[in-house]
């Protein structure tokens, strides 16, 4: 064989192998893209679930405080259940104790004055206990209040959080797509290049064959074609 063809063999061989390592390499770096574009979302995704969790139960308090606050101030819900939710507030803070030591001291104070059972004594102890009422009622509102405000701020916060994440995944996706697209791209400018190559390499191994045979005993028109000048028995003119 000649040399031209042992040459551009070798040339296509190397083309296809180079093309082939480099294109197994992009699709790697494809994948590998992928795989990180997956785990940063889910690194993402259990940061959110992770917060949420910690966020949700000032979110569910927030809720019921608000709900309660609105039953307290004649907006909904249910009057019972409102009734019973203050009676609540009134006895785990004491209000029953206060107030009849109110009403035992206003007692004792008209009592000594002689006036126990006068107008003015019972409309005291009135006062006292619309007043002691009244204070019981607004820290029970400013109390249900706080609790309503946290959990709008909760709310805010999971917002933010969620918000975070979705950007996050948003941008994990776009750089994984963006690493994909470019390995496609430049695996099919690899894949162009060696048809292209090859081509070439076709078009150069048949024009040496062609080269060879006409210089290498092939035949030809003024060597080896037949004409009736060389047949055997002939003889010039005048001969």
Do not use: C, E, W
Request: proline share 3%; glycine share 18%; net charge neutral.
């Amino acid at each position: 064989m000649p040399i031209a063809l042992i040459g551009a063999a070798i040339g296509a061989a190397g083309m296809v192998g180079s093309s082939l390592i480099s294109s197994s390499a992009n699709s790697h770096v494809a994948n590998v893209a992928a795989a990180n574009n997956a785990a940063n979302n889910k690194l993402s995704q259990d940061q959110y679930n992770a917060t949420k969790g910690l966020i949700q139960p000032y979110v569910d308090k927030g809720n019921t405080a608000a709900d309660a606050l609105q039953g307290f101030l004649g907006l909904g819900g249910d009057p019972a259940k409102t009734q019973a939710a203050f009676d609540s507030y009134l006895g785990s803070t004491g209000y029953q104790f206060t107030r009849q030591q109110g009403i035992d001291a206003a007692t004792q104070s008209a009592a000594g004055a002689g006036l126990l059972n006068s107008g003015g004594a019972l409309k005291a102890l009135q006062d006292r206990g619309t007043g002691l009422a009244q204070q019981y009622g607004q820290s029970y509102v400013d109390n249900l209040g706080g609790v309503a405000n946290r959990g709008t701020s909760a709310i805010n916060a999971l917002t933010g959080a969620g918000a975070a994440n979705v950007a996050g995944q948003t941008a994990n996706n776009n750089t994984g797509t963006a690493a994909r697209t470019s390995a496609i791209t430049a695996n099919g400018a690899i894949a162009g290049g060696l048809i292209n190559g090859l081509a070439s390499t076709a078009g150069k191994l048949i024009g040496a064959s062609s080269f060879g045979a006409s210089s290498f005993g092939g035949g030809n028109a003024l060597t080896g074609a037949s004409t009736p000048f060389n047949q055997p028995g002939y003889a010039p003119f005048g001969g």
